[in-house]
């Protein structure tokens, strides 16, 4: 018990305890599962007793899991308190908030962000970063992002999370004309990715598993949404959208609909409830998520 506990560990037992899942705290991580489980495994190593039991009906703390958990939580969260204290001290005249944006994020959100953030009671400057998921969830950990808006595939334990968008999700590709497609008929047709990073494949591939319909996929990955289109258009496959990400209102595209009801994927705004500027960036989020 000499050795020093690991951060990372620590983290990972906590996200679990609250998810009640291991995949689902290696998602919220980005991390792959085996890598999660393996840094739960050392930390039961160093504490000498097993902290989860899994069975079929889920993850449970262990007896004395639920003795040593809520020291856990504790200690993560003075972790993430000392680091927002010192940036709070460190920056005590910074006038920006950094936020980092999925690129399935419209330009008009931002628009509205650059809006909100002068008009909050200090106003303050925006910094934009656009980058893919994990680094957008690991730069709001580490603290160099404010507040990320991203969709919502992936849970962000003891994070605050407030939806602000939703969107019509639409399939891409000319087979069916201008017809609706039924989400249990789409698994007939092969469908082209992107890589996961944004969001979208993530989105994609849980919406089927969730309803139980085979996803069959291209065998390559298309690097953008412009080529997504384009190669729907060439009769690769088929390809899932944000109705508001069309290049163009005429590309050939038709709703996604379960079971009479349409697809839509919801965005979100994530910020860290121990962050020195968590007052504006509620009022931030809450103006995001205010209709236009």
């Given at each position: ?84 204290e010192a940036r709070r001290l460190t920056e005590p ?171 839509q994927i919801s965005f979100e705004a994530v910020w ?21």
């Amino acid at each position: 018990m000499a050795e020093r506990l690991n951060v990372e560990g620590l983290r990972y037992a906590q996200a679990v305890a609250e998810t009640r899942s291991f995949s689902a705290a290696a998602r919220a991580y980005g991390v792959t599962q085996p890598a999660l489980s393996n840094g739960i495994a050392k930390l039961e190593q160093r504490l000498g007793e097993k902290l989860f039991d899994r069975s079929p009906r889920g993850v449970t703390p262990t007896l004395f899991g639920t003795r040593v958990l809520p020291f856990i939580e504790r200690a993560v969260a003075a972790l993430d308190a000392v680091a927002a204290e010192a940036r709070r001290l460190t920056e005590p005249g910074d006038q920006k908030i950094r936020m980092g944006v999925s690129p399935l994020i419209g330009p008009q959100w931002v628009a509205r962000a650059f809006t909100a953030v002068r008009e909050l009671p200090t106003p303050r400057d925006l910094v934009l970063r656009e980058a893919n998921m994990r680094d957008l969830r690991d730069g709001l950990r580490s603290g160099q992002l404010d507040i990320i808006l991203i969709p919502a595939v992936t849970t962000m334990p003891r994070f605050e999370h407030r939806v602000i968008d939703v969107d019509p999700v639409v399939v891409v590709g000319s087979a069916g004309g201008d017809a609706s497609l039924e989400l249990a008929d789409a698994g007939e047709q092969q469908f082209i990715l992107v890589p996961d990073a944004c969001g979208l494949t993530t989105f994609t591939t849980q919406l089927f598993h969730a309803n139980e319909v085979p996803l069959r996929t291209y065998p390559g990955e298309a690097a953008s949404y412009r080529v997504l289109e384009e190669w729907a258009g060439l009769g690769l496959g088929s390809a899932m959208l944000p109705q508001s990400r069309l290049t163009s209102p005429t590309v050939p595209h038709r709703p996604l609909l379960n079971e009479g009801r349409e697809v839509q994927i919801s965005f979100e705004a994530v910020w860290n409830p121990e962050s020195a500027l968590r007052t504006d960036l509620t009022l931030l989020a809450q103006a995001l998520g205010r209709p236009s």
